[in-house]
């Protein structure tokens, strides 16, 4: 017998839609426990991050600072003489360019450049050959007309000449020694002196030069005593006398200064500037202080005042006010308070205070740019630098 042929492909397609069906079920409930999945993932995630923000929350509304290391200072009370600081430059008492006036050759030189020279001693010999030989001349001349005039004078006496003769002879002689002196001067023009004492400066000129009226041949300067001048402003001529004490200080030589007083007040005001020229004296015997030098002075006045000192680090400058953090014991510690100051005068490490702290207080000295109104301090004074008012730095 044969056997029926089965059509498998018929069967296959017979069961096909329930297959598809089941397979179409299994994905979609994969699909929904994968959601399900992260979302409970995402939950934990949520709680255990918010229970971290929590406890970070509660630990920093109970946390407490530590408290700052700082040195402090106690706010001192004394008297300053009150004083005015400027700017000025060192000017000669007598200071001028030596210069040829008449024309010549240079025959002898009597100085060295840098030296200093006494008033009336020779610095520059022109030639003046022409006009001694001149003078001698005019010296015979003169003296030949003299002798004219006495035998005039004589004569007249006994009326052996005329008054015209007399006049004559006297004219005579009076153009002749005229004559002499106006050689003379000359030859005083060609030897040049030093009109002052005083340092000279570089010589301009050598032996053999051949110069012209006006020629500079060098400078000499008067620096013993020595002027300072320098301006103030307007206002300070309320307090200005002459005598004042003044004070000099000059980079040029560290740690030395000197004392002078104020010996001119300019009569007028600079209407560009609104500040008034003073001039200083000071003595210079060593001669170290020189003209045109730049130099710093202090004007004191003769009243004193009170002040309360504090380290100048202790101020925090700031465009809304200045301020001072003071040392305070609260609750069994020591917490620094923030108090608002204006300050004044400032002198070497310390600084005047006109308001803002009490005498004797104790500020920080040293650290207050790290602390807070209220923050809990640790005063290690071992630290502390030493303030001055006139500190004294050293090359070390």
Do not use: C
Request: hydrophobic share 40%; glycine share 8%; aromatic share 4%.
């Amino acid at each position: 017998m044969e056997r029926p042929e089965v059509n498998v492909n018929a069967i296959l397609d017979s069961t096909s839609p329930m297959v598809q069906v089941g397979s179409k079920r299994s994905r979609r409930g994969l699909r929904i426990s994968v959601i399900a999945g992260l979302v409970a993932v995402i939950a934990v995630l949520v709680g255990v991050k918010a229970n971290q923000i929590s406890a970070m929350v509660r630990a920093g509304k109970s946390f407490v600072p530590p408290p700052e290391s700082v040195t402090t200072a106690k706010v001192e009370s004394t008297q300053w003489q009150a004083s005015r600081a400027a700017v000025g430059s060192l000017v000669a008492i007598h200071g001028v360019t030596l210069g040829a006036e008449l024309p010549g050759i240079i025959r002898k030189i009597g100085f060295e450049s840098g030296t200093s020279v006494q008033r009336g001693a020779l610095l520059v010999q022109l030639d003046t050959s022409t006009e001694e030989a001149q003078l001698a001349a005019a010296v015979a001349d003169a003296e030949l007309a003299r002798v004219s005039l006495v035998r005039a004078q004589q004569l007249r006496k006994t009326g052996s000449n005329t008054e015209a003769d007399l006049d004559a002879a006297d004219a005579r002689a009076k153009q002749t020694e005229a004559t002499v002196e106006g050689l003379r001067a000359t030859i005083a023009k060609k030897t040049i002196r030093a009109p002052f004492d005083g340092r000279i400066a570089i010589r301009q000129v050598e032996l053999g030069q051949s110069v012209s009226p006006g020629t500079a041949l060098a400078s000499l300067q008067s620096v013993s005593p020595i002027y300072a001048e320098f301006s103030l402003p307007q206002q300070a001529l309320s307090d200005l006398k002459l005598g004042q004490e003044v004070h000099l200080q000059t980079d040029t030589f560290p740690g030395a200064s000197w004392d002078g007083s104020i010996s001119t007040i300019n009569s007028e005001i600079d209407v560009a500037t609104r500040n008034v020229r003073v001039r200083a004296t000071f003595p210079n015997q060593n001669g170290r202080l020189r003209p045109g030098m730049f130099v710093k002075v202090d004007v004191v006045s003769a009243e004193r005042r009170p002040v309360l000192l504090i380290p100048a680090t202790s101020v925090i400058y700031a465009p809304y006010g200045d301020s001072v953090f003071v040392v305070e014991q609260k609750d069994g510690s020591p917490r620094a308070r923030q108090k608002f100051v204006r300050v004044g005068e400032r002198r070497g490490d310390l600084v005047a205070v006109e308001t803002g702290v009490e005498p004797s207080a104790t500020v920080v000295s040293s650290g207050a740019f790290k602390l807070r109104n209220g923050m809990a301090v640790v005063v290690k004074n071992e630290l502390a630098p030493n303030v001055q008012i006139a500190p004294q730095p050293s090359d070390r």
